[in-house]
């Protein structure tokens, strides 16, 4: 990417902005830099590309790109490789600097340095948070002082070190952060946190287009960004990594790793963390030398392996997390005096370079410790008592595919199961199931994703607690003792095509992609109906027994102008692995036959995700995610202020994430109950849930319920506040749970035990109608994580969703959101069943009982 052409900015507009206020005095690249750095002048600095010296504005992420293609320009230590695009088609920079006589061997020095030779390799990582954006104004300063510099240390270090850039981890939040702060920024700088510069509109730039924090994903890899970036992770394997972050007002100074010691994941092996304190010497000599406070060991913590600074950790790696004071526009009042955007620059600055220096100084510990690692881990593994694991498909290929291109991200092997195997009484089919040997490279991350810990040293968490990873798939899975047969070749998964003569058309529900078939079916105006019962068919590949749920396309009901385009639609995802049976005879072998009542027609759904301040953006963005990318259904988002101008009549559903919702009023709550009497599906998570059990749906409805007496607790030392508030968090964990598989919502799981993410402590008010509730807490719910003794108590056979017909329509309550994170493709299925089978969820209401119990009434004969 070296024919970028560029074109200054007019220097009058540059001296415009000079002039904004005496206070903030204008610093050059060269004033942000080391006294000794003796900067090449043909190199050119940020602020001539720019026009504008670096943290006066904001950068936005074209401006940063093509600085960064400026420099490659004209520096012949810096390269730049576009690793992947953002959702919104931004590149993702792989900016390499190192000594111009090492940029044409890089692939020779990756080679040695993956064999344990080879240069130190850094890579620096910056503002995986959109509105943390210091860090990436900062990265433009560090690549011009590593391509400017002509200090002897710089080139020493240059001639060793191959350093790797990742000057903004999250193209499209910058962006949409830069704009706010830049379009809100004045010519003199605000300093009060509540004015709007400082407050953005909903949603935040912190998350990435679809509203997911990207600082969560190195694990489930859920977006381009990060698939990308993992990709280039082991391909580089840096020997530390570097994550800048900013952080809200609470803490007065800049933090470095190590974290909160007591909250280090076990997994991590101890030297990780002595390496992390010795590098934090570096960092607090250089804050030190610029005045600037700091802490360590606090706060923070590297527990979840699905963050920036952890995911090194179990790798071989050192992560690094940095989190400076978030300034969030030019300037900011604080407890320190008046804070500056180019204080927090420099900051980052700061800490890039005394990272370079410190890795450099300790250079030959992180090569022994890296090459040391991978061997370790193994033998920690052989001191297990199992071989490995092993995974099913639970009936869903595609679900297990999913789960097994994660791990190959991750650079995990994995291999065919070659003959039948029982473990832990279940029973795994090869072709349906694979094999994880424990002994192997990266037998750390495997046991990360694999371990169900529910024991903690420390009971206060950063983030969640648990991520088992095929619990969350809800594949069957378990350790085995010994290794099973394995085979080279992966049982191929294409299907058999549809055929074109044939009478109907079945699809199994239990597959992943069966949701994405039914709305392209819709969307071909196919008249498909879903089975309420079992029954089995004979098909073009003999007897197969069908589950509730089970699409059924008859031929003969389809308006013969959509005939091809539905039976086209069918035959291209059989022939991508999708199950889709043909039959000759609408007629069963057992179970009801296509033309019996059984059979409800599916109408089209036009869903509303309602949104706005107060609501959470991360779980309304999951069900954005679901509906854009997986189920390819359009997804309008209304913020709830505008809802009052909506007509509720053009949409089917309304989906309603967790949130606060004190702003919706009542005439509101008036309309959307009507709407739901009317036949409308309401889906309601966490406290939306609660609040949607404070709608009434009845003609009368009674005055508020009065507040129950208060409860004096005995008491408590003063200090054992933050220990007792953290038993009472449910940060997230893994739940059990039991689901009723003869309910809609339920259709197409295969198994009733269905593990669930839990986080938050909305506890769902029963229903009265005993055949509303689908999923249920276990009595002995925790699979994994942490959840405090009174919290577990309190769910223990509790529901965790509830589905109420109210009217012609349905209310859903989920406790939790089952789409956590995207990666929770498990419970994924109680959503998409509330969306397309919500509407065949029937009135349940038993004829009232009051006396004797009636005797059974005779059966009618005919
Ligand atoms: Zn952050």
Same mark, same amino acid.
């Given at each position: 990417?070296?024919?970028?052409?560029? +074109?200054?900015?007019?220097?009058?507009?540059?001296?415009?902005? $000079?002039?904004?206020?005496?206070?903030?005095?204008?610093?050059?690249?060269?004033?942000?830099?080391?006294?000794?750095?003796?900067? =090449?002048?043909?190199?050119?600095?940020?602020?001539?590309?720019?026009?504008?010296?670096?943290?006066?504005?904001?950068?936005?992420?074209?401006?940063?790109?093509?600085? !960064?293609?400026?420099?490659?320009?004209?520096?012949?230590?810096?390269?730049?490789?576009?690793?992947?695009?953002?959702?919104?088609?931004?590149?993702?920079?792989?900016?390499?600097?190192?000594?111009?006589?090492?940029?044409?061997?890089?692939?020779?020095?990756?080679?040695?340095?993956?064999?344990?030779?080879?240069?130190?390799?850094?890579?620096?990582?910056?503002?995986?948070?959109?509105?943390?954006?210091?860090?990436?104004?900062?990265?433009?300063?560090?690549?011009?002082?590593?391509?400017?510099?002509?200090? %002897?240390?710089?080139?020493?270090?240059?001639?060793?070190?191959?350093?790797?850039?990742?000057?903004?981890?999250?193209?499209?939040?910058?962006?949409?952060?830069?704009?706010?702060?830049?379009? @809100?920024?004045?010519?003199?700088?605000?300093?009060?946190?509540?004015?709007?510069?400082?407050?953005?509109?909903?949603?935040? #730039?912190?998350?990435?287009?679809?509203?997911?924090?990207?600082?969560?994903?190195?694990?489930?890899?859920?977006?381009?960004?990060?698939?990308?970036?993992?990709?280039?992770?082991?391909?580089?394997?840096?020997?530390?990594?570097?994550?800048?972050?900013?952080?809200?007002?609470?803490?007065?100074?800049?933090?470095?790793?190590?974290?909160?010691?007591?909250?280090?994941?076990?997994?991590?092996? =101890?030297?990780?963390?002595?390496?992390?304190?010795?590098?934090?010497?570096?960092?607090?000599?250089?804050?030190?030398?610029? %005045?600037?406070?700091?802490?360590? /060991?606090?706060?923070?913590?590297?527990?979840?392996?699905?963050?920036?600074?952890?995911?090194?950790?179990?790798?071989?790696?050192?992560?690094?997390?940095?989190?400076?004071?978030?300034?969030? %526009?030019?300037?900011?009042?604080?407890?320190?005096?008046?804070?500056?955007?180019?204080?927090?620059?420099? @900051?980052?600055?700061?800490?890039? $370079?005394?990272?370079?220096?410190?890795?450099?100084?300790?250079?030959?510990?992180?090569?022994?410790?890296?090459?040391?690692?991978?061997?370790?881990? !193994?033998?920690?593994?052989?001191?297990?008592?199992?071989?490995?694991?092993?995974?099913?498909?639970?009936?869903?290929?595609?679900?297990?595919?999913?789960?097994?291109?994660?791990?190959?991200?991750?650079?995990?092997?994995?291999?065919?199961?070659?003959?039948?195997?029982?473990?832990?009484?279940?029973?795994?089919?090869?072709?349906?199931?694979? *094999?994880?040997?424990?002994?192997?490279?990266?037998?750390?991350?495997?046991?990360?994703?694999? /371990?169900?810990?529910?024991?903690?040293?420390? @009971?206060?968490?950063?983030?969640?607690?648990?991520?088992?990873?095929?619990? #969350?798939?809800?594949?069957?899975?378990?350790?085995?003792?010994?290794?099973?047969?394995?085979?080279?070749?992966? *049982?191929?998964?294409?299907?058999?095509?549809?055929?074109?003569?044939?009478? #109907?058309?079945?699809?199994?529900?239990?597959?992943?992609?069966?949701?994405?078939?039914?709305?392209?079916?819709?969307?071909?105006?196919?008249?498909?109906?879903?089975?309420?019962?079992?029954?089995?068919?004979?098909?073009?590949?003999?007897?197969?027994?069908?589950?509730?749920? #089970?699409?059924?396309?008859?031929?003969?009901?389809?308006?013969?102008?959509?005939?091809?385009?539905?039976?086209?639609?069918?035959?291209?995802?059989?022939?991508?692995?999708?199950?889709?049976?043909?039959?000759?005879?609408?007629?069963?072998?057992?179970?009801?036959?296509?033309?019996?009542?059984?059979?409800?027609?599916?109408?089209?759904?036009?869903?509303?995700?309602?949104?706005?301040?107060?609501?959470?953006?991360?779980?309304?963005?999951?069900?954005?995610?679901?509906?854009?990318?997986?189920?390819?259904?359009?997804?309008?988002?209304?913020?709830?202020?505008?809802?009052?101008?909506?007509?509720?009549?053009?949409?089917?559903? $309304?989906?309603?994430?967790?949130?606060?919702?004190?702003?919706?009023?009542?005439?509101?709550?008036?309309? +959307?109950?009507?709407?739901?009497?009317?036949?409308?599906?309401?889906?309601?998570?966490?406290?939306?849930?609660?609040?949607?059990?404070?709608?009434?749906?009845?003609?009368?409805?009674?005055?508020?319920?009065?507040?129950?007496?208060?409860?004096?607790?005995?008491?408590?030392?003063?200090?054992?506040?933050?220990?007792?508030?953290?038993?009472?968090?449910?940060?997230?964990?893994?739940?059990?749970?039991?689901?009723?598989?003869?309910?809609?919502?339920?259709?197409?799981?295969?198994?009733?035990?269905?593990?669930?993410?839990?986080?938050?402590?909305?506890?769902?008010?029963?229903?009265? @109608?005993?055949?509303?509730?689908?999923?249920?807490?276990?009595?002995?719910?925790?699979?994994?994580?942490?959840?405090?003794? *009174?919290?577990?108590?309190?769910?223990?056979?509790?529901?965790? *969703?509830?589905?109420?017909?109210?009217?012609?329509?349905?209310?859903?309550?989920?406790?939790?959101?089952?789409?956590?994170?995207?990666?929770?493709?498990?419970?994924?299925?109680?959503?998409?069943?509330?969306?397309?089978?919500?509407? +065949?969820?029937?009135?349940?209401?038993?004829?009232?009982?009051?006396?004797?119990?009636?005797?059974?009434? /005779?059966?009618?004969?005919?």
């Amino acid at each position: 990417m070296k024919n970028a052409s560029f +074109i200054p900015l007019p220097l009058l507009f540059a001296m415009a902005l $000079l002039a904004i206020s005496p206070r903030l005095q204008a610093l050059s690249s060269a004033d942000y830099l080391p006294a000794d750095a003796d900067l =090449d002048p043909s190199v050119p600095t940020p602020e001539s590309a720019l026009g504008w010296e670096v943290g006066d504005w904001h950068v936005g992420h074209d401006r940063l790109v093509q600085y !960064m293609q400026v420099l490659a320009d004209a520096s012949p230590r810096v390269s730049i490789k576009e690793i992947g695009r953002s959702h919104e088609h931004r590149p993702l920079l792989q900016v390499v600097i190192t000594h111009s006589d090492n940029q044409d061997q890089l692939e020779s020095l990756r080679q040695e340095h993956l064999e344990g030779e080879g240069p130190l390799v850094v890579w620096l990582g910056y503002s995986v948070h959109g509105d943390e954006p210091s860090g990436s104004n900062a990265s433009m300063l560090a690549a011009y002082y590593l391509a400017a510099s002509r200090s %002897g240390f710089v080139n020493e270090l240059l001639l060793g070190t191959v350093i790797l850039i990742d000057p903004s981890l999250n193209p499209d939040g910058l962006d949409r952060f830069a704009s706010w702060a830049n379009q @809100n920024a004045g010519r003199q700088p605000v300093g009060d946190p509540v004015t709007r510069q400082h407050v953005q509109n909903w949603p935040s #730039a912190r998350t990435n287009h679809y509203w997911f924090d990207l600082n969560r994903d190195w694990l489930p890899l859920v977006h381009p960004e990060s698939r990308a970036r993992i990709v280039e992770f082991h391909r580089w394997l840096p020997h530390v990594l570097t994550d800048h972050h900013e952080q809200g007002g609470r803490n007065p100074g800049f933090f470095f790793q190590p974290g909160v010691p007591s909250r280090q994941n076990p997994l991590t092996p =101890d030297e990780n963390f002595e390496l992390t304190r010795e590098l934090a010497r570096y960092h607090a000599q250089a804050m030190d030398e610029s %005045g600037q406070p700091y802490f360590t /060991e606090d706060a923070y913590d590297d527990f979840y392996f699905g963050k920036g600074s952890t995911y090194p950790d179990i790798n071989g790696s050192v992560g690094i997390l940095f989190e400076q004071r978030a300034i969030r %526009g030019q300037a900011l009042n604080t407890t320190n005096g008046l804070e500056t955007f180019r204080d927090a620059v420099s @900051n980052q600055l700061s800490v890039s $370079l005394s990272t370079l220096r410190g890795a450099w100084e300790l250079q030959d510990r992180l090569k022994a410790y890296q090459s040391g690692f991978h061997r370790a881990m !193994m033998d920690r593994a052989e001191s297990r008592k199992f071989d490995g694991w092993i995974i099913g498909d639970d009936g869903d290929p595609a679900r297990a595919r999913a789960l097994l291109d994660v791990l190959d991200l991750h650079r995990v092997t994995w291999r065919p199961l070659g003959e039948v195997f029982s473990a832990a009484g279940q029973r795994f089919q090869p072709g349906h199931a694979w *094999v994880i040997p424990a002994r192997q490279k990266q037998a750390a991350l495997i046991e990360a994703m694999m /371990e169900q810990r529910t024991t903690f040293q420390d @009971n206060t968490f950063y983030d969640v607690s648990a991520w088992t990873l095929p619990l #969350a798939f809800n594949l069957p899975f378990t350790t085995v003792s010994r290794m099973p047969k394995t085979t080279e070749s992966p *049982v191929a998964n294409r299907g058999n095509p549809a055929n074109k003569e044939a009478r #109907a058309w079945l699809v199994p529900w239990r597959q992943m992609e069966a949701p994405r078939l039914l709305q392209q079916l819709m969307d071909s105006h196919a008249r498909v109906r879903s089975s309420r019962k079992a029954f089995s068919a004979n098909t073009t590949v003999g007897l197969i027994a069908f589950q509730p749920g #089970a699409l059924v396309i008859q031929a003969g009901i389809q308006n013969p102008a959509h005939r091809e385009a539905i039976h086209a639609v069918l035959n291209e995802a059989a022939l991508d692995g999708l199950e889709v049976f043909s039959v000759d005879s609408t007629l069963t072998p057992a179970g009801p036959d296509f033309g019996a009542g059984h059979f409800p027609l599916l109408r089209p759904v036009r869903p509303l995700i309602v949104g706005g301040k107060g609501i959470s953006a991360y779980d309304t963005g999951t069900a954005w995610h679901l509906l854009d990318q997986r189920l390819e259904l359009a997804a309008p988002v209304i913020e709830h202020q505008h809802l009052g101008r909506a007509d509720l009549r053009d949409y089917t559903h $309304l989906l309603i994430a967790d949130g606060t919702f004190k702003e919706m009023g009542l005439t509101l709550e008036g309309r +959307i109950t009507r709407w739901v009497t009317d036949g409308g599906i309401l889906l309601s998570q966490g406290r939306a849930a609660t609040w949607a059990e404070s709608l009434c749906f009845e003609k009368e409805c009674p005055a508020e319920e009065a507040q129950p007496d208060r409860e004096i607790p005995s008491s408590r030392a003063y200090a054992e506040f933050a220990d007792d508030s953290a038993r009472l968090v449910i940060g997230g964990a893994i739940v059990a749970t039991v689901a009723d598989l003869s309910h809609p919502l339920a259709y197409g799981l295969s198994r009733p035990e269905l593990p669930l993410f839990r986080q938050g402590t909305t506890i769902l008010d029963p229903s009265e @109608n005993a055949y509303a509730t689908p999923v249920r807490y276990a009595t002995d719910p925790l699979l994994a994580g942490f959840i405090g003794p *009174v919290r577990l108590d309190e769910m223990r056979g509790q529901p965790a *969703v509830i589905a109420e017909r109210q009217g012609d329509g349905l209310v859903v309550r989920f406790a939790n959101n089952p789409l956590f994170r995207g990666f929770w493709r498990g419970t994924e299925k109680l959503y998409i069943n509330a969306l397309y089978l919500g509407q +065949i969820v029937q009135p349940t209401v038993l004829p009232r009982v009051t006396g004797a119990p009636v005797p059974e009434p /005779e059966p009618v004969q005919q």
